[in-house]
Every structure is written in structure tokens, then in C-alpha cells.
């Protein structure tokens, strides 16, 4: 079994396509906004003074600046970088207590509409939403721009980098088989139809974990060289995508709960990858099919505009597409539960479960297939 | 050891690639006859368990080959008509691949592939990539990983297309040498591959069985049937429409035909001694491009 894996990871990895289109990609990646690092080292150190619980004396303190800079401002004079930043600290420090105040107001509002509700799933919803915004606490400021691009990364870019790395480096790992003729030594072998093929989706798995790694390991450095690793300790909140999150997780914890997440839902459209590829005997036929299950939600999220009840509706088909699971944002970026006999059910969790079942389905399948599989006349 | 097909038949829509298909094997070589289309590699690829039957069944020492599964893939090497290799690997490391997929262990694995590099004239070029091979050698590996496993049921389809004159008397002698113990079947159109060393020639028609018969029964069916008439280079015409013709020997006097006729084609001609060529062409009128192939 190891060698077979061995042999399947040495035909998975020689493929130049995979090189070609990962250079590609990180280059794409990497053509973003050119970064100041000296000046960013600088605004971590002025942030360093005011960073924790925000206070009444580090609010009064700012208020200070603020108003100079306002002055200055007014009379037309330079503002330094460090009032700049101590500006845009102030400036965060009233957004973030405005904030928790309206969502003080919220969670008041949620408590009535317990008493009110008119279902037992809709009471139980509300008052897990009405929990889970309480033990919310985004009162601390940190530094964050370093873990906040990596989180970042993940929903713009990496899960793109992901997908097609699965597509263009999985898709053939069956039809390139058949196309070839190969399928005739494979499938007349002792082990053809039975270890060879837990052999490749392994290999597939193991594939798209070095995929994610690699982008993931790139999207460390960039973080670190730019603006090191300060201010995991932020709240989720503390990120614009993410204002109205009901999660309470720290930075750390929500990055790690993504990539979780993110990773899952890869494999499971890895296995996917593998059954479409098993199907079909043209490598172009497999790299379609993969591409259109990952792409079609994303043309339907990203390019088409719709309003009303059909938004409604393709928002819950997306909801619980493997595109929006790898994407992982919105699971976390807002409060959305599935019924589940009358319990309401996460978002994220329903996203690990559906992606588990359909990846354990495909896994299943392919097996299947492959036991039946005849060569083409 | 034996291999038992009952009533196989394999369709594909309306068409019937082979049809109600009954014989036994035993150890030994066994040449497959038939032109294209006759249902050779339909035959070859149910009994490598690559296609499934849509009736009758195939046993091996009694039990169902679909059934047996991994445990029957473990006993057969196989070498199918249109072999298709990994460009990016070596001669070494496809053997080892499919060393691999047939459950060697590694060190068995090594010693079997360097003893069939060898074998089939393959050591110096064996870290050289398959993509760079001639059909030959192609062909060569090919036949190199069909043996790996020691299989006990040998098919190999058209296994000589492709190699030179050389290479097939090799590759015949053998097959000829390792089928004391083991079942080996052959499918050809090229009659000569198996002219020496069949203990049974199957003649395939159309998808059904004609013939199984050891080659000499099989020739002399044919035996008042092949004649030799001397003729003008005008009359050559005349008998190539008339009759199916084999060989055409030229010399100074006109040319001399070979001919396969139930009846004398002429008060001239004379009794020839039958070949599997004459036989081929006797059952299969339509393809003559045999002779061709005669080493």
C-alpha cells in the first residue's frame, strides 16, 4: 500500500501543470498594494501603548490628540504618522464602543423575542443568538494587521488556490488513466480495483493538504515580513468582514477554526475530484466537472446580482455549497442556523457535517465504480 | 488448474463482440485465430476481468473469476492489444509501479524486474524513460509486466506487434518455455506466432467459436484443400478472382500460385502440403493480409 502511494504521489507532483498554475497563482496573489514595513513597524510601536482593555484614561488620552489633530487639521498644519495612527486609534476605540453598545441593545432586543416567539425552534435560535452575542467581548485593541491577512487570505485567495490546484492536479488522476491506456494493466492487476484506488484518493488528500500548507506557509511570511505576528488575541469582531459575527473568538482561535474548516471542505472536494475523474474517460471532461461544482456557485456569488426571493433562495443553495464551505467567511460573518429536528443547528457545523457526508459519500462511490469499472471498447 | 467458459457472450448495444462463446484450458499454449473483429480481445479482456460478460460465465478450478476478484487478478498477467505506458517514467520504474499494483513485495519485486529487463533485452535502457521507446520497446515492457507476478494464466493479445523478427522468435520461445505449468493464451493474426508452439489454435469468427482443435487435426481438415498450379502471368488475375490465393512465387516460366479451394482449380494442379496460413485463409476469406507476417 505505501509504495502504491508512494508511485501515486510521484505521478500526482510530476505533472508541470501544477508548478506552472501554482506559480501563477501566488503571483496573482502577490501583485496586491505595495506595504511600507518600516512604517508599519513604527504604527505597532505607537499602538503598543494603547493596546488591551480600552480604558477611560487611554480614551482620554487620545481624546488629547485628537483634538490637536483636529486643530492642525483645521489650521492646515501636518499631521505626523504617529498622530495618524493615535487618530485612527481613537477613531476605533469610539466604533468599538458604539458597537458593543449596539449590540447590548440586540441582545436586549433578542430577549424580548424569546418571549415572544412563536415557535419552539425560533425561541431556541434566538436564544442561542442572544448567548453567543453576550459572551461576546470585543472591548480590548490590538495591533492585528498581521494575523487579520491571514485570515484574509483564506477567503480571497486561498480557497481559489485550493480549488483549482485540486481541479488541474486531481482531475486526471482517473481519466488520464483511461485516456491513456493504462487503465487496461491497472484494472487486470491484483490490487487495480481495490488498494490502488485508496491508494490515489490518499495521494489526493495528501496532495491537496501540501496545497494548502504551501499557501498557507506563504501567507505566514507575507503576514510576518510585512507585519509580524501581533494581536492574536483580537477579537473576530475586530475585523470589518466579521462586525456583526456572533462568534466570540479571538483571532487565533478563529483562524485555526477556518483552516479547519477550509481544510475539510478541500478534501471533500478532493474526493469529489476523484469520483467526477473516475467517471470519465476525457481528462478535459473530469477537469470540467470539478471545475463547474466549484465554479458555478462562485460565478453565482461573485458576478450575478439578484434581489428579493430569489436572493433569498440562491443564498440558501449557496449556503450549503462545498464552494462556500472552503470559502469558509460566511459561516462566521453572520448568524445563520439550519432546523435540524427542532434544534438550531451552526452554520460551520453544518458545513463540517455536509462536507464529511459528501466527501465520505464520494469516497464510498469511487470505490464502487472502480470495482465495476470495464475498460472502453 | 483449469479454465472453464460457459455460453460467454459480451455485447455492446446491438452489436455482439462474442457470442455463446463454450470452451475449456488447461496448462499450455493456446493460439486465438481470428481476423479483426472476430472477438479476440473481447474474449482476452473478460478473461483479464478488464470488461464484464453480458451473459455466461468464466471459472477458474471451478469458481466464478468476477467472484474471485483480487484473487484471481493475483494468478493472470495480462498484455493488452493497445498498451498505453507513463511517459515520465522509466523502464525501472513502470515495472516497479506495476511490481507495486500486483502486490510484489520489494525485494521480490527488484529481483523479478531485473531478471525481466534482461529477459526481454531491456537492461540498458532501464533508466530510460518509456517515452522515448520505440513500438518495440514498448511492447517489450509490455510483455515484461504481464510476466512479473509468475502468473499461472498468461494472456497476451497481439503480444508480437511490433517487434522485430528477432524479437518474436524470443518472445515465442518463451511462451513456449513457461507454459509447462501454466495457461497461455494468445491471440494473433499472425499465424506464425503460433504455428510451433500451440497445443490448441481456437479459430474465432465473427464473435463465434469455430474451431478448437490441436494444428495438425486442424490441418488436416484442410489437408485435400491447398494446391500448387503453375500459371502464365496473364492467368493470375483469372485465379485471384476465382479462388483464394496464397503465396504468388514468380520466376522466369510465369508464377506459381498456392490456392485454397475444396475442389482442384485445375487439372494441372497438385496436392500442397497445408500451413496455418492456408488455414487462416481458408477461414477467413475477407482478410488475406496475413502472409506478410510469415518469419
Not at chain 2, 195 to 215: V, W
Request: contains cysteine; glycine residues 6%.
Amino acid at each position: 500500500m505505501f509504495q502504491l502511494l508512494k508511485f501515486e504521489l510521484y505521478k500526482i507532483y510530476k505533472q508541470k501543470s501544477i508548478y506552472i498554475l501554482f506559480i501563477l497563482l501566488i503571483a496573482i496573489v502577490s501583485s496586491g498594494g505595495f506595504v511600507d514595513r518600516q512604517n508599519e513597524r513604527a504604527i505597532y510601536q505607537d499602538y503598543q501603548k494603547f493596546e488591551g482593555k480600552i480604558t477611560k484614561e487611554k480614551m482620554a488620552e487620545l481624546e488629547i490628540v485628537r483634538d490637536e489633530v483636529n486643530e492642525k487639521f483645521d489650521n492646515g498644519e501636518e499631521v505626523t504618522s504617529e498622530e495618524h495612527t493615535l487618530y485612527g486609534i481613537s477613531e476605533l476605540f469610539s466604533f468599538r464602543i458604539a458597537r458593543m453598545q449596539e449590540r447590548e441593545d440586540e441582545i436586549a432586543g433578542l430577549a424580548s423575542e424569546i418571549n415572544n416567539a412563536t415557535s419552539s425552534y425560533k425561541m431556541k435560535k434566538t436564544a442561542l443568538k442572544k448567548d453567543m452575542l453576550a459572551s461576546i467581548d470585543s472591548s480590548q485593541l490590538y495591533y492585528q494587521k498581521g494575523p487579520a491577512i491571514m485570515i484574509d487570505m483564506i477567503y480571497t485567495f486561498g480557497f481559489v488556490i485550493t480549488a483549482f490546484m485540486t481541479i488541474i492536479g486531481i482531475g486526471p488522476i482517473f481519466s488520464k488513466e483511461y485516456s491513456s491506456g493504462m487503465d487496461q494493466f491497472l484494472l487486470s492487476s491484483k490490487f487495480g480495483r481495490s488498494k490502488l484506488v485508496t491508494a490515489k484518493i490518499l495521494a489526493s488528500l495528501l496532495f491537496i493538504l501540501s496545497i494548502v500548507s504551501a499557501w498557507s506557509l506563504y501567507s505566514f511570511a507575507k503576514a510576518y515580513y510585512l507585519f509580524g505576528m501581533h494581536g492574536w488575541k483580537s477579537s473576530l469582531q475586530s475585523l470589518y468582514e466579521f462586525i456583526e459575527s456572533p462568534y466570540s473568538y479571538n483571532l487565533m482561535k478563529t483562524f485555526f477554526a477556518m483552516m479547519t474548516i477550509h481544510i475539510i471542505a478541500a478534501l471533500a472536494f478532493g474526493l469529489i475530484t476523484v469520483f467526477t475523474s473516475s467517471l470519465s474517460k476525457k481528462v478535459m471532461v473530469s477537469i470540467l466537472a470539478s471545475g463547474m461544482i466549484f465554479g458555478i456557485p462562485l460565478v453565482f456569488d461573485t458576478l450575478l446580482d439578484y434581489g428579493g426571493t430569489t436572493k433569498i433562495l440562491v443564498e440558501q443553495i449557496l449556503n450549503l455549497s462545498i464552494y462556500r464551505f472552503m470559502k469558509v467567511k460566511e459561516l462566521f460573518s453572520g448568524f445563520y442556523t439550519y432546523n435540524i429536528f427542532g434544534t438550531p443547528i451552526l452554520h460551520p457545523i453544518v458545513a463540517v457535517v455536509v462536507s464529511v457526508g459528501l466527501g465520505g459519500l464520494a469516497w464510498y462511490m469511487t470505490k464502487w465504480v472502480m470495482k465495476r469499472r470495464q475498460v472502453s471498447i | 488448474m483449469k479454465l472453464t467458459i460457459d455460453h460467454l457472450t459480451k455485447r455492446y448495444g446491438k452489436h455482439t463482440a462474442l457470442d455463446n462463446f463454450t470452451c475449456d484450458f488447461t496448462s499450455g499454449v493456446y493460439g486465438i485465430l481470428g481476423a479483426n473483429g472476430s472477438g479476440k480481445t473481447t474474449l482476452m479482456r473478460m478473461l483479464a476481468t478488464v470488461t464484464t460478460p453480458s451473459s455466461g460465465t468464466i471459472q477458474y478450478n471451478g469458481k466464478n473469476i468476477f467472484e474471485l476478484g483480487d484473487d484471481y487478478r493475483d494468478v493472470i498477467g495480462y498484455l493488452p492489444q493497445h498498451i498505453g505506458l507513463y511517459k515520465n517514467f522509466t523502464a525501472e520504474k513502470f515495472l516497479y509501479y506495476i511490481a507495486a499494483l500486483k502486490g510484489l513485495d520489494q525485494k521480490y519485486a527488484s529481483l523479478k524486474v531485473n531478471e525481466l529487463l534482461e529477459l526481454v533485452n531491456l537492461s540498458d535502457v532501464r533508466k530510460k524513460k518509456v517515452g522515448t521507446f520505440s513500438g518495440g520497446m514498448k511492447q517489450r515492457i509490455g510483455i515484461a509486466q504481464a510476466l512479473l507476478n509468475d502468473p499461472k494464466i498468461l494472456i497476451v493479445d497481439e503480444p508480437t506487434a511490433g517487434l522485430d523478427p528477432k524479437e518474436r522468435i524470443r518472445f515465442r520461445n518463451l511462451l513456449s518455455a513457461i507454459s509447462g505449468d501454466r495457461i497461455v493464451l494468445l491471440s494473433t493474426h499472425i499465424v506464425s506466432d503460433i504455428e510451433f508452439i500451440a497445443k490448441e489454435i481456437l479459430i474465432l469468427k465473427s464473435g463465434r467459436l469455430l474451431h478448437k482443435q490441436d494444428p495438425q487435426k486442424l490441418l488436416s481438415e484442410i489437408s485435400e484443400k491447398v494446391w500448387l498450379l503453375q500459371v502464365s502471368e496473364k492467368e493470375i488475375a483469372k485465379y485471384q478472382t476465382l479462388y483464394k490465393v496464397g503465396n504468388i512465387v514468380r520466376s522466369e516460366l510465369g508464377a506459381e500460385l498456392r490456392i485454397i479451394s475444396d475442389e482442384r482449380p485445375s487439372p494441372a494442379a497438385v496436392l500442397a502440403k497445408p500451413n496455418l496460413e492456408d488455414l487462416y485463409l481458408y477461414y477467413f476469406e475477407e482478410d488475406q493480409d496475413v502472409s506478410a507476417a510469415q518469419i
